[in-house]
């Protein structure tokens, strides 16, 4: 009986643990795409302060590709709106994870708890 | 204590760690704070680079090839710059552009900075409380924990409750007197045991304690009040003669200022009903009980009581029982002088005392006018006036009365006796003190014979007569049959014609 809790227990845990790792995955994800944000927050207020003489260049790879000013400032707008898209997205991911391991969680005590007693009875028997 | 002590050790590994937790904190602050600091020194010499470029057209410079090798090389187009926005975008713009970048970036990152700064402050104050928290729980510092038990939870019910008591009295006077005592004991008690247990009586105990506690608070003020309020005694006197019940403290008017525990007290006693009953029963203690009191040096001249009243300092003793003696014959002498005396100088309630002050003029003893009146009005003809008429009203009243009073004991009964008498004695004795007065003498009773039924006063006290010859003169018109009331204004009207 105790083993079999003890089986048990140990898949909880497993199952547990694995939660957790989603979660801080999608934790770091989101943290990233906020950092993206903020870095294309200050692009699009920079191109905003250019004005047509002065070219701009994306970065693709090693080589340096002219771009259009407008173009530039669309398609910097664009990433932003995606970049917050995901933002949210993760959220919602994130919290229903942080659900579900809670969930999980209080699974794993009850099961410790009932393993506890499984093993003091079977101390007691012995 | 062994559990005391466990907690102790536990207590000290968690605060050692809370401890170390802050300090992580405030290390990572630290680095970031230098980090911050760092790229904005990099900044700085990016905007000196900046500026000084575009000064020449080209430079000759060592180029980079590779990492060992260097060319010698030049450095063209100087004022133009490619600038990196983030994101893999870049912008070729003017040095002054650039330099407008930089400073974007410069306030970004001094922001950052201050940031940080302000929660490294934060943590380290946390730090240095979990610190003292440590040495506490560990007891080796010299700090020491406060610990009062409450053993008695009926005080905490009752301070509830006693709040509550807050309130306006609830309780009469007499009560918290009465509890005084038990009241002192039992918080004896109660502090002593640390709460008895006797649920029922302590509450009730603390709630009387505590209104007894607020009566004796109002005691103590208008006992510091009246006595404060020693000079008030004019304006106070002033308005007797709306207060019918003030006959013989109206007459106080006179009363030494420099008697004041005593004096003082009585003319405010019927304004202030309570404490002034209570200064009056000092009066009365102080008079009686051997308190110090004011010693009336009795000889037999005209008694001269020395009391500093400012004007006067001589107050000679009232012949009151004289004069009502005498209420009949018009002129009377101060025949038995010693006589009167020996009544006089029975003095049992604070009123009495009043009657000792009494001027001499022309044989005839005339009680003193309080200094607080005015005497501006003394030869004036106007008797319109309030304060005149209502002190004049006020010793008439209190002529009749104490006639009445005089005649019977001390006592508050009135006396239909010496009612008759009053009316004709308070006519013919104005008439006889001021020989100037030529006007026809009106008999009137100047106070209503049902006033001195109803008043509790002591025993008449001297009316204070500074009389004008008009305003005895109504003294004397107002008809003795009435007993309806006359506003004394009115009366002075009628008077005056």
């Known amino acids: 009986m105790a083993e079999a809790i003890q089986k048990k227990l140990k898949a909880e845990v497993e199952k547990y643990s694995q939660m957790q790792k989603d979660v801080s995955k999608s934790m770091s994800a989101r943290q990233k795409l906020e950092t993206q944000l903020a870095e294309n927050n200050i692009v699009k207020e920079e ?80 | 204590m062994a559990g005391k002590g466990k907690m102790n050790i536990e207590h000290l590994g968690a605060v050692a760690r809370l401890r170390e937790e802050h300090q992580k904190v405030v290390k990572d602050c630290e680095s970031r704070v230098l980090h911050w600091k760092k790229v904005s020194g990099d900044y700085e010499a990016l905007n000196d680079r900046l500026k000084t470029l575009p000064d020449q057209l080209s430079y000759d410079i060592m180029v980079p090839f590779g990492p060992l090798a260097f060319m010698p090389g030049k450095l063209v187009h100087t004022n133009e710059v490619t ?291 005015s005497r501006s009005r003394e030869n004036s003809v106007c008797s319109e006036s309030s304060e005149s008429s209502a002190a004049d009203f006020e010793e008439r009243r209190m002529t009749g009365r104490s006639l009445s009073h005089d005649d019977t004991t001390h006592s508050d009964t009135s006396d239909g006796i010496t009612e008759e008498e009053s009316p004709t004695a308070v006519p013919l004795h104005p008439a006889s003190r001021f020989e100037a007065f030529s006007g026809t003498v009106v008999e009137k009773d100047p106070m209503p014979s049902a006033v001195p039924h109803l008043t509790i006063a002591p025993p008449a006290l001297p009316t204070i007569l500074e009389r004008k010859q008009e305003e005895v003169a109504p003294d004397v018109a107002p008809p003795q049959q009435a007993p309806k009331r006359v506003s004394k204004f009115k009366a002075a009207r009628l008077l005056q014609k």
């Open chain 1, 47 to 126: 191109l905003d302060l250019l004005d047509t003489t002065n070219t701009v260049y994306k970065l693709i790879g090693p080589v340096l590709v002219k771009q259009d000013l407008d173009e530039a400032k669309a398609t910097v707008t664009k990433r932003l709106e995606y970049i917050n898209g995901e933002i949210q997205r993760y959220e919602t991911l994130l919290k229903d994870m942080e659900k579900k391991s809670d969930n999980h969680r209080e699974l794993l005590s009850s099961l410790q708890q009932e393993y506890q007693r499984a093993q003091g009875l079977a101390v007691g028997k012995v």
């Open chain 2, 83 to 373: 600038a990196l926005l983030g994101d893999n975008w870049f912008a070729k713009c003017s040095t002054k552009q650039a330099q407008k970048i930089v400073d974007h970036r410069m306030k970004y990152v001094k922001s950052e900075l201050n940031d940080l700064s302000k929660t490294m402050k934060n943590f380290e104050a946390r730090v240095g409380l979990v610190k003292d928290l440590e040495t506490i729980s560990s007891s080796k510092g010299g700090y020491v924990d406060i610990r009062e038990d409450t053993e008695n939870t009926d005080i905490a019910v009752t301070k509830g409750k006693q709040r509550k008591a807050h309130k306006p009295n609830s309780k009469p006077k007499l009560d918290a007197v009465l509890h005084l005592k038990k009241e002192v004991e039992e918080n004896e008690e109660e502090s002593r045991d640390g709460g008895s247990g006797k649920d029922i009586t302590t509450k009730e105990e603390l709630w009387a304690r505590l209104d007894e506690l607020e009566k004796l608070e109002e005691l103590q003020d208008e006992q510091d009040r009246l006595s404060y309020n020693a000079d008030m005694n004019g304006e106070d006197t002033s308005s007797f003669s709306s207060e019918e019940e003030k006959e013989g403290d109206a007459a106080p008017p006179e009363n030494g200022l420099g008697q004041k525990p005593s004096w003082t007290s009585a003319p405010h006693s019927k304004a202030q009903p309570s404490s002034d009953r209570e200064a009056e029963d000092d009066d009365e203690e102080e008079e009686g009980g051997g308190l110090p009191t004011i010693f009336f040096s009795h000889t037999t001249e005209p008694k001269k009581v020395r009391i500093n009243t400012g004007k006067n300092t001589m107050l000679k003793f009232s012949e009151r029982k004289e004069q009502k003696d005498l209420s009949k014959r018009k002129n009377k002498n101060g025949h038995s002088n010693g006589h009167s005396h020996h009544e006089l100088h029975k003095i049992s309630t604070p009123a009495d005392i009043y009657r000792v002050f009494v001027d001499m003029k022309n044989g005839e003893p005339i009680p003193r006018k309080s200094i607080l009146k």
